[in-house]
């Protein structure tokens, strides 16, 4: 009869191993989403359907400034060391989970005294009908190694374990995507200081020339070849520049401010690095833009997006697999005895062995919530996904067509800063000659400030358009 048993388990126990092998749900796949084939922005002289660049795309901008400060805010911004911790830390919890696939073994120590009970003696349930040889209270000592396997037959923890490398793989996209928007906002801020120190110096040649036509004016009013009128004017045109001039420099001091704090230093440190003026830098020629299909793989946010799609899928099938039956081997083996000093010799060596079976039954409808409920999460990643394709589509479509709008309106205003200088050389010409007065001069020069002026803001904001475009195709990968 036992031999029957043992034939009965053994073989339950291979079916069970032969079955674990069986897969109870289909393996995850990405979802397929409806991509354009070619951009509907219209496309500026230099972009292409060439793979955007893989190196850091600011090295393109010929800054040797501006690739040194985002060096230094890859080694030293903090929302960057926060977001690396994160990795680790999903990293660890899927350490963790991998060790429910391998035995547990524990040193067990236990110290301990056991009363049998008068029923028990006397029913003979604890030996012989003869009973008057055993004791009622015996202490007893146990030390030994308790182990403990549970078999993972149908994939509960290995789905599980999926979901958590899918999370470990989404929180690095998270890192990747900051570092992106990190490297993007350093860039933005530089060139918008650097477009403020050359706007403030057109401001202070703006206040230097209406200083001179409010003194030509005031002359001119003493020999009364003009009104009070005129002067209270020039009065006016010089105040409202001058309180230009505030602003100006607090926008300087706002943008040193900005970019201190993004590179992890105190707000006034980079100052005297960054106050003296530096020109613009220089927008490449050649702007390849890929196409859109090109956003699923390098879009940290897309990837981030699909891998918590991933692990949301994971933990239905997981949830799935908890339906079926759960298997596991336990034993001991050790010492027992009821004396201390009996304890390591050879006649308190014990071992014992035994599989487990458990089933669901009274909690079915518990893992069946379990299973509904996760598949309402796959639902809402699902729609997330899309929607993060979608905003990122759009996102790259209007940085292309911003960037090609202000390419135009930058070159017309290059044309009218063009026709103000020669306008300026013409009248200086005609006030040399006799025919102009000074204060036509000084009217043309500040009407050529002013372009000027309009000028740098178009080409700020086209730089700004060509870090916007680059954010949106996926920036670079990682700091080379």
């Not at 350490?95 to 005294?113: A, E, F, Q, R």
């Not at 669901?360 to 639902?379: A, G, H, R, W």
């Not at 290059?414 to 001069?441: F, N, P």
């Amino acid at each position: 009869m036992i031999k029957r048993h043992t034939a009965i388990v053994a073989l339950l126990m291979a079916g069970m191993i032969l079955l674990g092998g069986c897969c109870v749900s289909p393996p995850y796949c990405p979802p397929e989403v409806d991509i354009p084939c070619e951009w509907h922005s219209p496309q500026s002289y230099g972009m292409s359907d060439l793979s955007p660049m893989d190196y850091p795309w600011w090295e393109a901008l010929q800054d040797p400034m501006l690739s040194c400060l985002i060096a230094q805010a890859y080694d030293q911004n903090l929302d960057l060391y926060i977001a690396a911790n994160r990795v680790v830390q999903a990293r660890s919890l899927r350490c963790n989970k991998t060790s429910d696939l391998k035995p547990h073994i524990d040193l067990s120590v236990t110290p301990g005294h056991l009363y049998y009970s008068k029923d028990a003696l006397v029913n003979g349930l604890l030996g012989p009908n003869n009973a008057n040889g055993i004791r009622r209270n015996v202490n007893f000592f146990e030390i030994g190694f308790d182990a403990d396997w549970e078999i993972d037959l149908f994939g509960v923890t290995r789905h599980e374990l999926n979901a958590l490398q899918a999370e470990v793989e989404a929180a690095e996209d998270t890192l990747c995507d900051i570092w992106i928007t990190l490297s993007a906002e350093v860039a933005r801020n530089y060139i918008e200081l650097r477009g403020f120190q050359q706007r403030l110096a057109i401001i202070d040649d703006n206040i230097a020339a209406q200083k001179d036509t409010l003194h030509l004016t005031q002359t001119l009013l003493q020999r009364g070849m003009a009104g009070n009128a005129d002067l209270l004017q020039a009065q006016e045109q010089l105040s409202t520049l001058s309180a230009e001039r505030p602003l100006t420099q607090l926008a300087i001091d706002k943008a040193i401010f900005r970019l201190s704090v993004l590179l992890g230093y105190a707000p006034g440190d980079l100052y005297c690095t960054l106050a003296a003026p530096e020109p613009l830098p220089i927008l490449p020629c050649d702007k390849p833009i890929g196409v859109p299909s090109e956003l699923l793989q390098r879009r940290a946010d897309i990837r981030k997006a699909e891998r918590e799609l991933a692990a949301a899928s994971e933990r239905v099938c997981s949830a799935f697999a908890a339906q079926f039956p759960r298997f596991s081997l336990r034993g001991f083996i050790g010492d027992i005895s009821t004396h201390l000093p009996a304890l390591f010799t050879p006649g308190a060596n014990t071992w014992i062995a035994f599989p487990q079976l458990l089933a669901p039954i009274f909690n079915s409808d518990l893992i069946q919530q379990d299973i509904e409920m996760n598949k309402v999460k796959v639902q809402e990643a699902c729609f997330q996904y899309q929607k993060t394709v979608l905003a990122a589509l759009e996102e790259a479509e209007t940085a292309i067509a911003a960037f090609h709008y202000e390419l135009e309106r930058c070159f017309q205003l290059s044309q009218a800063v063009k026709a103000s200088e020669e306008a300026l050389a013409l009248t200086h010409d005609l006030y040399e000659s006799g025919v102009k007065d000074y204060l036509e001069v000084l009217v043309i020069d500040r009407s050529r400030l002013a372009a000027e002026d309009a000028y740098i803001q178009s080409q700020v904001a086209l730089l700004s358009h060509y870090i916007a475009l680059y954010k949106a195709l996926g920036g670079t990968y990682e700091y080379q």
